[in-house]
């Protein structure tokens, strides 16, 4: 049996959820609270000593780290393939998804602390706040935490973590060519499924027409395909609570100006 | 053909060198002079935009990234296999190599400038040391580097760099077991080769005795078995300069108290 530990709007659990999806993989759900600090309860620290999402146990062993959760979703369940046959273009999807996890996965969570999440945090109680980053164990993840929590789109990284998404957007737009939709080509595979949660991301921060629909046309043409996917709505859309989403749209809408200057400067 | 811009001492060259070695892959050398600044050279930075070390070429097609450039050659060069067959295997044996490239591989940089080639780099002229960190693209490998230059086994990354070794000898002494002598049990493997650069890093700056023979005797046996391997003298140790590994040795020896004082207190 297939269990696992995520959260509806955590990307690394969006990257295994749609790979779950794409190979019809049947699996147990197991909701973490990240806002309640589910991440850092000591049972679950037990299974992922990094305090982080998702943790993916098959037949009672654990599995962490979605990017190798993904390659060994693909080892184990080869059908449909999720990675390139060729090992050229192989090596090329792994490029793309290393660039991404550590690019860009550090600036999403600068981003969406920093503008979508911030507002709710600074209502919390000082010790609640302080709680919640004390307990981050990578001090540069703790420091970048904190950082964005007190100056939101101020804060010094959130320079760095718009750039990080731009430079995927723009790499997606070089990489997607006319063999297909896809950023490996014909087939959808685990760089699609380690982009969407970005993409997503953008989207819900209200910059997806900005930087997607109107400027990006195969980055848009992409979106729309992972969209039409059949396990999309399922394993991503229908996962995500729909007061959260306005609130992140909200939160975002009330810093466009200094948002849309930002983005112009980059 | 393949050919392999690399530098002898370079842990992630080393990485790929031991594989080739291991496969029997025919290589052309192309070795970088990091020292003098060859990773920074255009002509090069247009082959690896990220300025470093190694760069594998293979038939005009270009691969970097040594964990990306191994999974590749293992792809490519299936034989003999370099990873487990077994998934579960195979993804313990991915979890350990990015543990070692995420938290290992940066800390080589921070004991190896702070502590071997400080002193000759304090006896360059200033604009010359300038210069050399000055174009590392990554802010904060740039600022961690003019750090230990600046304050050599004072700097407040050493702490966590020697750190960061013995979690990782202390993993391999956990996860080496009866089965075999290597990480992944009674094969020679990817993770092997992920490690190998980084204990010798402890040899070369007189802390191998102190870290693995005497007190993780694993690990002393597993490094023992890794300098047995038909390819080890070709692929390593024969290309390691005498002098070069003199120097270390002389400037490591130079700040021993400091250095056994850290150890202790970890």
């Given at each position: 049996m297939i269990e696992l530990y995520h959260n509806a709007f955590s990307s690394c659990s969006q990257k295994v959820r749609i790979v779950l999806g794409e190979k019809g993989i049947g699996w147990k759900s197991h909701e973490i609270d990240l806002q309640g600090g589910g991440q850092h309860d000591p049972e679950y620290v037990k299974l992922n000593p990094n305090h982080v999402v998702p943790t993916l146990v098959h037949d009672g062993r654990v599995f962490i780290e979605s990017t190798l959760i993904n390659e060994y979703l693909d080892d184990e369940f080869?059908?449909?393939?999720?990675?390139?046959?060729?090992p050229v273009e192989r090596h090329a999807m792994r490029l793309f998804v290393k660039h991404i996890d550590e690019k860009v996965h550090p600036a999403a969570g600068v981003i969406t602390y920093g503008i979508a999440t911030r507002p709710m945090i600074l209502g919390q109680p000082p010790e609640v706040q302080e709680a919640a980053w004390s307990q981050i164990p990578d001090p540069a993840r703790r420091a970048a935490r904190k950082s964005v929590i007190e100056?939101?789109?101020?804060?010094?990284e959130m320079r760095g973590a718009v750039g990080a998404f731009i430079g995927m957007l723009d790499e997606m737009e070089a990489t997607?060519?006319?063999?297909?939709?896809?950023v490996c080509g014909e087939h959808f595979s685990l760089a699609d499924a380690c982009a969407l949660p970005y993409v997503l991301r953008l989207e819900h921060l209200a910059m997806g027409s900005q930087l997607?629909?109107?400027?990006?046309p195969r980055v848009a043409r992409w979106f729309a395909e992972i969209q039409a996917l059949e396990s999309y709505e399922e394993m991503i859309s229908g996962q995500l609570l729909a007061p959260i989403l306005a609130m992140f749209q909200k939160n975002a809408e009330e810093v466009r100006g200094e948002l849309d200057a930002l983005i112009a400067s980059l």
């Open positions: 080869p059908n449909p393939p999720l990675r390139p046959g060729d100056n939101g789109i101020e804060a010094p997607i060519d006319d063999r297909g939709p896809w997607a629909a109107g400027v990006r």
